[in-house]
């Protein structure tokens, strides 16, 4: 097999982020001619396509091209490391390090990240790329993130995870609803109730789906993306809704309870993703064990997460 180099791999992996060989020519300041002379000798070195140069359109990574280009910005993250390391004498990191967060785990996320690389790699900046579940891990399998923060049930089929936080639907009520002295909530027992949910998948589509296959038809009289508008709903005694994250009272001071599910409408946990076959960095994996100690304390009556999933 021929020999390939760095270089070659930092062009095809400018080429795989912008999608164009152009940008990735502006990017790396070289010429176009020499970001093709590269990728044409990396497909040579690998024996294998890994772009598609289609007139007008842009370049579009093969299936083996998308593979070759999480790989390769792990191993350009490696050697950039091995450079920094050597470079200042001693072990260490520094650069960029990119997360990927499903917006509405940002909150509960983000925070925690930025505390840990301040003061445990303060040399390493953080890049965070906020997003949809689906989004930010194509992203991350096209080698443009490190790693993602994402719920269970948006976990990509190509990804490892790791399981942060154990998560599962409560019955939010105001304390004045109905049912809220009850221990337990039969989900039966609240259809003839109205309901206030989520608009944001997979929330959405969740929510509903768990009230239909234990028989119930939801009446949703209200649907938001913002939480704690919902909250805000609750606590006014208008509506019930299915959360994940209890909080003691809405942004209105107004008190809430949350109450089990008797049914077991399984887990929607807290995970953080990375690349299926690609070796966890030193970084990486400092950063998934931190976040393991450090997010997944947190139980009922943790702190307010902002929105949810």
Do not use: W
Request: with cysteine.
């Amino acid at each position: 097999m021929k020999e390939m180099t760095l270089r070659q791999l930092e062009y095809f992996v400018a080429v795989a982020e912008s999608q164009s060989i152009t940008q990735a020519a502006l990017k790396c300041h070289v010429s176009q001619a020499g970001i093709s002379l590269a990728l044409k000798e990396l497909e040579s070195a690998l024996g294998a396509q890994l772009i598609i140069r289609r007139k007008s359109k842009g370049v579009y990574l093969t299936p083996i091209g998308s593979m070759a280009a999480t790989r390769a910005r792990a191993l350009i993250g490696e050697a950039r490391h091995l450079i920094d390391a050597v470079d200042a004498g001693a072990e260490g990191y520094s650069g960029t390090f990119t997360v990927g967060c499903f917006s509405t785990l940002s909150t509960l996320v983000l925070p925690e990240v930025a505390e840990f690389f301040a003061s445990r790699h303060p040399n390493v900046t953080p890049d965070f790329v906020e997003g949809s579940g689906p989004e930010i891990q194509e992203k991350m399998l096209r080698g443009q993130i490190d790693v993602c923060f994402i719920y269970e049930a948006q976990r990509h089929p190509e990804v490892e995870a790791v399981m942060l936080r154990r998560r599962e639907f409560l019955v939010a009520l105001s304390p004045n609803h109905p049912l809220a002295s009850r221990g337990t909530i039969d989900l039966l027992d609240l259809a003839p109730y109205p309901a206030a949910l989520l608009n944001v998948e997979p929330a959405s589509y969740l929510n509903e789906a768990m009230l239909r296959r234990f028989g119930v038809e939801p009446n949703v009289v209200y649907r938001s993306s913002n939480v704690h508008t919902i909250r805000a709903i609750v606590g006014r005694n208008l509506a019930y809704s299915l959360l994940m994250e209890p909080v003691d009272e809405s942004s209105e001071h107004l008190p809430l309870t949350y109450l089990p599910i008797a049914q077991e409408t399984g887990t929607n946990s807290v995970l953080v993703s990375y690349p299926q076959g690609v070796k966890l960095s030193g970084l990486a994996g400092d950063l998934i064990e931190h976040c393991a100690g450090h997010l997944g304390t947190a139980g009922p009556g943790a702190p307010d997460t902002g929105r949810e999933a």
